[in-house]
Every structure is written in structure tokens, then in C-alpha cells.
């Protein structure tokens, strides 16, 4: 059973950054894809990005492209999240997601359906 | 970009009452969607994959059929505990992968 516990809500200024973390239990991170998955009232969810096993790199939604970094620290079992030039509209929950297949594999799945969520990290952007 | 729309936004509904939900693509994605489950203050919880497998745990009274550009999500009989947003996402085509606004089941 799969396990994301991701680290605790933050509160941040308008042009800084902000890394999230996101623990893995009941598997190895080198056993899983993990993708990430933010949530705004304004635009519902939104795909962030997630490594492209096919191309070996990794894909963002535009928005997204050049301003957020995703990496893994396999010794932990924790994936991070980071995002720089915080605004308003970077307000969100994001949440940390497996990703399957629909052969049942979890490894080295790019495009695939999300059956395990972190509980979500509220980031606040305020002045 | 693949654009997922969901219809309607909102219905209100009686417990016990049967409810369809529509996810329409905006080119074909094959059967690679799936539908989520969200209450209030939880994440989203997977409910089916590959338009019509139901995830680990999902009652039987849940549905879903649909390939191409069409899609449908029936709750049987309506319980108090799936009073909910859903959403539908398609992976047939990325980056981006994409979800639908989603649509919220209140009760009448």
C-alpha cells in the first residue's frame, strides 16, 4: 500500500519560492512515478508535470515550464517540488500523485491515471 | 492541449436517486480517462481508470462507460457519503494531462 505524506503548509511573499516535500512509504521511490497536481478554486486541478520516461526528462504543463523543478532524493524515498517568482495565483494545493498504468505498473509511467494522493500542502502567497 | 469538459456543473439530487455524469474530450483520448472522487477538505480519490475499471474499493452502485470523446459516470442509487465533486482526466495525450472542471453533487 502506498503511502505520500507530504510536508506542512506554508506562507510565502510574492516573488519567493517555495519546496514541497513528499515521503514515500509502502514502496521505494525507485518503484513509483510520482507527478504533481495543483488545485485552485479559481481553476479547479491542474497537471504540473512529471518525468517523461520515454524522452528521460522532465515535462511541465506551460505555465509552469521554467519556473518549477522537480527532483528526488531516492536515500529518503522523497520527492520535492520546488516553485520560484511566487504571485497570488500560485495560492494552491498541491498534492503529490503515483502514477499507473493500466497494466498495473507503476514504474516508469509517464502518462497514466493517479491512484494515490498526498494529503496536500497549502501554500498561502501573501504580502 | 486536450480539452476535458464536464457537464452539468452542479446537480442536486435525492439520496437513492440515480445521477449521470458526462466528461466530453476534445479529441479522442481512446478509453484513457479516469474519474476521481473529492470531498471537502480530502484529496482526490480515484475512482475508475481506463474509462470503465473500477478502482480497488469503489462500490459497485459507481459506473462508467464511454471511449473516444465521450464518457459517463452513473451512480446507481445515491448515498449520503457520495455527496462529492468529480472529475474526469484524460492520459491519452500528454504533456499536459488533463482534468475536467468537475461536477458537484449536492443534495436536493
Known amino acids: 500500500q502506498v503511502q505520500l505524506v507530504q510536508s506542512g503548509a506554508e506562507v510565502k511573499k510574492p516573488g519567493a519560492s517555495v519546496k514541497v516535500a513528499c515521503k514515500v512509504s509502502g514502496y521505494t521511490l525507485t518503484e513509483l512515478s510520482i507527478q504533481w497536481v495543483r488545485q485552485t478554486p479559481e481553476k479547479g486541478l491542474e497537471w504540473m508535470g512529471g518525468?517523461?520516461?520515454?524522452?528521460?526528462?522532465?515535462v511541465f504543463a506551460q505555465k509552469f515550464r521554467g519556473r518549477v523543478t522537480m527532483t528526488e532524493d531516492t536515500s529518503a524515498d522523497t520527492a520535492y517540488m520546488e516553485m520560484s517568482s511566487l504571485s497570488s495565483e500560485d495560492a494552491a494545493v498541491y498534492y503529490c500523485v503515483t502514477v499507473r498504468a493500466d497494466s498495473g505498473n507503476y514504474k516508469n509511467v509517464g502518462n497514466g491515471y493517479f491512484d494515490n494522493w498526498g494529503q496536500g500542502t497549502l501554500v498561502t502567497v501573501s504580502s | 492541449e486536450i480539452v476535458m469538459t464536464q457537464s452539468p456543473a452542479t446537480v442536486s439530487v435525492s439520496a437513492g436517486e440515480k445521477v449521470i455524469l458526462s466528461c466530453r474530450a476534445s479529441?479522442?483520448?481512446?478509453?484513457?480517462l479516469a474519474w476521481y472522487q473529492q470531498k471537502p477538505g480530502q484529496a482526490p480519490r480515484l475512482l475508475f481508470y481506463a474509462a470503465s475499471t473500477r478502482a480497488a474499493g469503489v462500490p459497485d452502485r459507481f459506473s462508467s462507460s464511454g471511449s473516444g470523446t465521450e464518457f459517463t459516470l452513473t451512480i446507481s442509487s445515491l448515498q449520503s457519503e457520495d455527496f462529492a465533486v468529480y472529475y474526469c482526466?484524460?492520459?491519452?495525450?500528454?504533456?499536459?494531462?488533463?482534468f475536467g472542471g468537475g461536477t458537484k453533487v449536492g443534495i436536493k
Open positions: 518525468f517523461d520516461f520515454h524522452d528521460k526528462k522532465t
Open positions: 479529441q479522442p483520448v481512446s478509453g484513457n
Open positions: 482526466q484524460q492520459y491519452n495525450n500528454w504533456p499536459p494531462l488533463t
